[in-house]
């Protein structure tokens, strides 16, 4: 039987479509390898695909179907992979020469929660190189582009991730964000995305760049669904000694639309100079809409936030530079050819494995840690990073959520910005503040511009209150 309109496919469509036997996950498989490998030249949102694991895991949903046994929570849903997040038997290049034919020797935690869950894993997203990066131009291999509006950016540094469910070539994608990686890219191309708390997900398997940064987090085409498998992958981890060990709601049986009485927090620093007009007023838009909804608004202050992209950018690249010192030529990486040395292999293969974006953060990292300069940047950008918590903190003990906008622009033209590093780093003032603090967020569509790309509006939730997040979310998309 033929699946039709696979491109707008939700989880509940795809599991009504099997229950009621209009299409077997097979016949889904295949058709999300068909589509994917048609529109992929398009787009750029693959760097791989997993056809023989998919039809595997598709395999053994409709035997248990036929069996009359649980498929389970997300049976026979495609999803996409970002190429940051191991998957046993496939390749995990990080979109870097350096790691270009390094295959997977176990998958991580999160990804063997959905395939436990009957996910079909059908390809490695396309990103910046090892996640570094706000427009997904910092891939070794090739730039993804926007299916909103191919010209333009997908947002990064998940963009391959978010452009594949905008793309309809998958229904469900997992990103990973360290300052706005997930949240970004899903505004930009008019999907959700989610942060979840740092330790709601196990980062077990996830290849680190700033590891009291780093999240696992989902894309898809509507909240509930994102919803869905937030709580399929959460929950404690015993190889994440980081893993939180708080208590998952059931976060679908949530959405009851009842928001009212909700009070929720606008902070002044997120409506102030450089943002752009357009994206204000669909966020400002939303924000009424939400009121219309019965919530209460409410003027607040996250006063640090001015230093939130220093600070950010002095810890997350410290850390680069300390995780990343593992690709050397020696173990599993490329190596350099043009040494005589052990001392000249590890500078050769480094410099010809890494992109200028890695090579940028690994130096300032470097610098940032080296002795006489610890103390001035590292450790300052800490105690900040304290004081931007405090913020969230003080925050939410007035209010329920926070309602902002996620980037101060809409998608931004391919190479618009890739010769100033500290405009693009400005792209997402937004979003590395609640990653500096750990709590979670959600970016949801709220309209587009007069030139029609898509703007999201973002909810920030208290640490481990998604629950609190995706209803509000709901009941803003379903209003």
Known sequence: ???????????????????????????????????????????????????????????????????????????????????????????????????????????????????????????????DEFAMGSSNENSAYYPVKNPAAPDRVPGGSSGGSAAAVAAGMAPLALGSETGGSIRQPASFCGVVGVLPTYGRVSRYGLSAFASSLDHIGPFSRNVKDSARLLGVMAGKDPRDSTSAGAAVADYVAGLDGNVKGMKLGVPKEYFAAGLDPEVKTRVEEAIAALEKLGCEMVDISLPHTEYAVATYYLICTAEASANLARYDGVRYTMRSKNAETLSEMYRNTRHEGFGKEVTRRIILGTYVLSSGYYEAYYRKAQKVRRLIYQDFKNAFAKVDAIVTPVSPSPA????????????????????????????????????????GLPVGLQILADHFAEDKMFRLADAYENR
């Open 1 to 127: 039987m033929a699946v039709d309109n696979y491109s707008s496919l939700t989880v509940d469509a795809i599991q009504q479509g099997l229950r009621s036997k209009a299409f077997s996950a097979v016949e889904i498989a295949q058709e999300a390898q068909r589509f994917c490998e048609a529109e992929n030249p398009t787009y750029g949102a693959f760097l791989s695909f997993c056809a023989a694991r998919a039809l595997n895991a598709a395999e053994a949903v409709d035997k248990k179907l036929a069996d009359g046994e649980d498929p389970g929570a997300l049976a026979g849903v495609p999803i996409a992979i970002k190429d940051v997040i191991l998957v046993e038997g496939e390749k995990n290049t990080c979109a870097s020469k350096i790691l270009e034919n390094f295959v997977a020797p176990y998958t991580a935690t999160a990804v063997q929660r959905i395939e436990q869950a009957g996910a079909l894993v059908i390809g490695k997203a396309n990103c």
């Open 412 to 451: 931004f033209p391919l190479g618009a910005k890739t010769s100033d590093p500290l405009e693009m780093y400005l792209s997402d003032i937004y979003t590395i503040t609640s990653c500096l603090a750990g709590n979670c967020g959600i970016s949801v569509p709220c309209g587009a511009t007069s030139e």
